[in-house]
């Protein structure tokens, strides 16, 4: 990529970070190609899609989810790595109005742009959550795509709710301490 190019590339992966923060997902790609100084036409050669720019914006959040997967599969007990991992993952999620949506239809197969990002997600919720039921945790017929749809429903009532961020540590809790064995 021309250093020109990737200048415009980074700069529309930052302005749609924060339009995406404020707007939600469906912000104005007009006004995201305005702010960071270029054409609508740059935007399109970029990202030829809503969701490809989606995708961009939200490798860096996936990238750090990953590396804390990683870290806490090596340093916590697991169910303590599952319930910081998710909690984690709920976080970044809410953030940007939306993305619950879109990670929902990204799993379940309705989004080639946010197919990878769904994927290694899923991954790493399957590997959380596996070791935290090997460990007698969590009961045997809780599915990572039972943890998937937990944690979109949590993530948009914390991007809606003015107490987000007590609504995500209850409900969490909650939801999780229904699938607990006993």
Not at 55 to 68: I, K, M, T, W
Not at 104 to 129: A, N
Request: with cysteine; aromatic share 6%; hydrophobic share 40%.
């Amino acid at each position: 990529m021309r250093a020109d190019a990737r200048r415009n590339y980074l700069r529309l992966v930052e302005v749609a970070s924060q339009a995406f923060i404020r707007d939600g997902t469906e912000a104005s790609l007009e006004d995201i190609a305005r702010t960071a100084g270029v054409g609508i036409g740059t935007l399109y050669r970029h990202f030829p899609t809503r969701r490809a720019l989606v995708q961009a914006v939200l490798d860096q959040g996936r990238l750090d989810l990953e590396a804390r997967a990683r870290e806490l599969r090596e340093t916590a007990p697991p169910e303590e790595a599952l319930l910081v991992w998710v909690r984690g993952w709920i976080r970044h999620t809410a953030r940007y109005r939306g993305l619950a949506r879109e990670y929902l239809v990204g799993i379940q197969g309705g989004s080639d742009e946010l197919k990878d990002s769904c994927e290694s997600l899923r991954s790493m919720g399957r590997d959380l959550l596996e070791r935290a039921q090997a460990a007698g945790a969590f009961r045997p017929d809780m599915t990572v795509d039972d943890l998937i749809k937990f944690v979109s429903a949590i993530s948009w009532i914390a991007e809606c709710s003015p107490d987000g961020e007590a609504d995500v540590d209850r409900l969490l809790e909650l939801t999780l301490d229904g699938l607990r064995v006993r």
